[in-house]
């Protein structure tokens, strides 16, 4: 069952009348009533704007009047549960005497605080449960500022594009766009591994600047011995590296490391032969 909804304010209420229509049926199914009221919204120039009219509901036309200027949608929603429950009481005959409804009338009169009391009470759980159990129901698509920023149609039509995209494979991780990872780390010691921390890139750089002058020590003064272990040479190799180089495989090797060397490296070997104790003759 649905109510009509008027508005006859200078408010857009499209967006909350939907949402207008769900309290209703809601509250429907808890109270059952009879009939259906007319909801209308109207603005009031003259309303005080801090301790104005709300709202009232006229039990001799069952309609239900909400003023709607500068107020959040809930509290417009928190209004209309809240003389829908005068709505049910009208329907119960409580509203068969004529009553006065002017300033006090709330404290003056037992029959009509006694109403007020269960409008505020009723009224106001029946629109607390709607609104919890509708937030449950669509926790993962609706959010509380939504019916101030979108209208429910254009809602509607963001959520359907998202899942037909889905459906057929047009939603895009843009973490997959990234084909080339940034390092975790620098590669500081050039030997391609980006994972490795910078402490162990700094060690093996150290390592192999360490090795390297040893490399131009060994070609600055001639000293330095290879060492090799015996298990993992072949006899034949073996006893092949026990005979000393000859004066033309050293002037090789000699050659090699030199061509291997860079400019400072040359200099740094020249320093180091300078400085570096002469053999007994």
Not at 47 to 73: A, K, M, W
Not at 100 to 123: C, D, F, I, S, W
Not at 233 to 256: G, H, M, N, R, V
Request: charged content about 35%; some cysteine.
């Amino acid at each position: 069952m649905t109510c009509k909804v008027h508005n006859k304010s200078n408010q857009d209420t499209s967006e909350i009348e939907p949402l207008i229509q769900e309290l209703y049926g809601f509250a429907n199914k808890r109270f059952s009533f009879k009939n259906s009221p007319k909801i209308i919204f109207v603005s009031d120039s003259n309303n005080h704007p801090t301790l104005g009219r709300t709202g009232y509901y006229d039990p001799n036309g069952g309609q239900i009047t909400i003023f709607v200027d500068n107020r959040h949608p809930k509290d417009i929603m928190r209004s209309v549960s809240h003389e829908l429950i005068h709505h049910l009481q009208n329907e119960r005959g409580m509203f068969d005497q004529s009553y006065e409804t002017g300033v006090g009338y709330a404290q003056n009169n037992p029959h009509l605080r006694k109403m007020e009391e269960e409008a505020y009470l009723e009224g106001n759980m029946c629109f607390r449960d709607w609104e919890d159990q509708y937030k449950s129901k669509n926790k993962d698509i609706f959010y509380e500022r939504r019916i101030r920023k979108m209208s429910t149609k254009k809602w509607k039509n963001k959520e359907l594009n998202g899942l037909l995209n889905e459906r057929w494979g047009f939603s895009m991780n843009l973490d997959k766009l990234n084909e080339n990872e940034k390092p975790d780390f620098i590669d500081i010691d050039k030997d391609g591994d980006k994972e490795e921390s910078m402490k162990d890139a700094a060690e093996d750089k150290s390592e192999e600047t360490e090795e390297e002058v040893n490399e131009m020590r060994i070609v600055a003064t001639g000293e330095g011995t290879y060492h090799a272990s015996p298990q993992n040479i072949p006899a034949e190799a073996a006893e092949e590296s026990a005979k000393p180089p000859t004066e033309e495989a050293e002037d090789d090797l000699l050659q090699k490391m030199l061509d291997s060397l860079t400019i400072e490296q040359l200099r740094a070997a020249l320093a180091l032969k300078q400085i570096a104790p002469e053999s007994d003759k």
